[in-house]
């Protein structure tokens, strides 16, 4: 907590300081909390960053070294939460990196956003993965400023097993 970055366009910072990822019965579940007051209803964004066969070489390679095969961006304002999957072929030639395979409504928590996704939808029967979360928002003319990363930059991603 309070370790999320600033910048004058966002007068309070998303500032990530729980998330769980629980798998059960065929499905995923991804809770992110946010420090009190940080989670903005309008503007927070969350970005799940999956690699679901846990090979770096694979997937669109991340600062942490995981190589993310689908990413899931939980939009506050709009109640959903967009599932898309890596194109490496596409991001190789600065085309879309990522390409939209579905979405689920988010449920809101205490100062915090859930969403559930069958593991088919990730190409993923066993739900082993690691994993990243990162806070952002849009500003002017939609630019992401990330805020805030889960992990921490210098911790290693999290894992399912």
């Keep these: 907590m309070g370790d999320a970055l600033t910048d004058s366009r966002v007068p309070v910072p998303p500032d990530l300081v729980h998330a ?14 946010l420090a009190p007051g940080t989670l903005d209803r309008q503007a927070t964004r ?3 960053l999956l690699d679901t066969d846990q090979d770096s070489s694979t997937g669109i ?9 689908y990413t899931i961006d939980m939009a506050a304002g709009t109640g959903q939460a967009s599932v898309a999957k890596a194109d490496q072929v596409g991001c190789a030639a600065h085309l879309s990196c990522f390409n939209p395979v579905g979405s689920a ?3 809101f928590v205490a100062d915090g956003m859930q969403v559930i996704l ?11 993965m690691n994993f990243e979360f990162n806070s952002y928002v849009l500003v002017a003319p939609l630019t992401p400023v990330i805020f805030d990363w889960m992990p921490n930059v210098d911790a290693p991603a999290g894992r399912v097993q």
């Excluded at 390679?61 to 095969?69: K, N, P, T, V």
């Excluded at 069958?118 to 082993?128: D, K």
């Design 20 to 33: 769980t990822v629980d798998v059960a019965a065929g499905n995923v579940t991804f809770i992110v909390q």
């Design 118 to 128: 069958p593991l088919s939808l990730l190409g993923n029967a066993n739900g082993r």
């Design 61 to 69: 390679r991340q600062q942490d070294g995981i190589g993310a095969d």
């Design 46 to 48: 969350v970005a799940v």
């Design 105 to 107: 409504p988010i449920t």
